[in-house]
C-alpha cells in the first residue's frame, strides 16, 4: 500500500511522521519503503544519519535519466537503499532535487514517480512518501502515484485555514489525474489535551465532518533527541508515550 504525507504548510510534521509509521511498518515485519521527494532531505536524515551524505544513488539521478534517453537506464531498485533497521529502504532525496524541477516538469514527466513506484510492487508491501511543503511537481507526482494521502495537522488557526485550500487541491488531482485518490485522514500532531485551543480546533473539525484519526500524536521533546539520533521512537524509546501513540496510529492505518 502506498500512501503519501502532505501539507503544505511546512513545520507541520510531514518528515516525523513519515518515517516513523514506516519504522513501525518495518518493525511489524512488512517490507517498507519510504520516498523522500523533499530537496532538504529530512527523512533521508532522519534514517540514514551521517551516512545521508554519501549517499550515491538518490531520487535525484532516477529523475534525472528520464530526462536523457539510456539504451539502458537504471532499475528503480537500483536507486533504493537500505537503511540501519530491518525490512526498512529509503529512495534518498538530493538537494538536485531542487534544480531539476523545472527541467522535469516543462518535459512532463509527472508520471514518472507512479512508473517508478510500479516496478517496485513486488518488492515493497508498504510505501510512504515524504513531500516537500507546496503544492510543486514532486508533491504532484506523489498524489498521482499513491492511492492514499494522509495531511498533518499541528492545531493552529493558519494550519486550519490552509487545511481547506489542501483538501481542494487534492480533490483537484483527484479529478484531472488519479481517480483512486483519497485522502484517508488528517493526523492531529503536536496535540496539547490541556490547552483549549488545540481541543476546539480538532473538535471543530470534527463537527465539519473531515476524517480525524482517532490518535493524535503529542507534542515532545523527545522527538528532537530522535532526530538527533537518527533513530526513529520505535527504535529511541518504544515505550514512550510518543512512540505508542505512532503505534496507535499505524494500526489504524492497517484497519
Known sequence: MRRVVFNQKGGVGKSTITCNLAAISAHQGLRTLVVDLDPQGNSTHYLLGDAADDADDTLAGLFEQTLNFKFNPKKTAEFVRPTPFANLSILPSHPNLEELQGKLESRYKIFKLRDALDELADDFDAVFIDTPPALNFYTRSALIATRLCLIPFDCDDFSRR???????????????HNRDLEVEGIVVNQFQ???????????????????????????????????EQAKPMIHLDPKHKLAQEFTALHDELRR
Open 162 to 176: 490552509a487545511l481547506y485550500a489542501l483538501l481542494e487541491n487534492v480533490q483537484e488531482i483527484r479529478a484531472d
Open 193 to 227: 489535551p490541556r490547552a483549549t485551543l488545540p481541543q476546539k480546533l480538532v473538535q471543530e473539525l470534527i463537527e465539519e465532518g473531515l476524517p480525524i484519526f482517532k490518535t493524535y500524536l503529542s507534542s515532545s521533546i523527545k522527538i528532537r533527541e530522535s532526530h
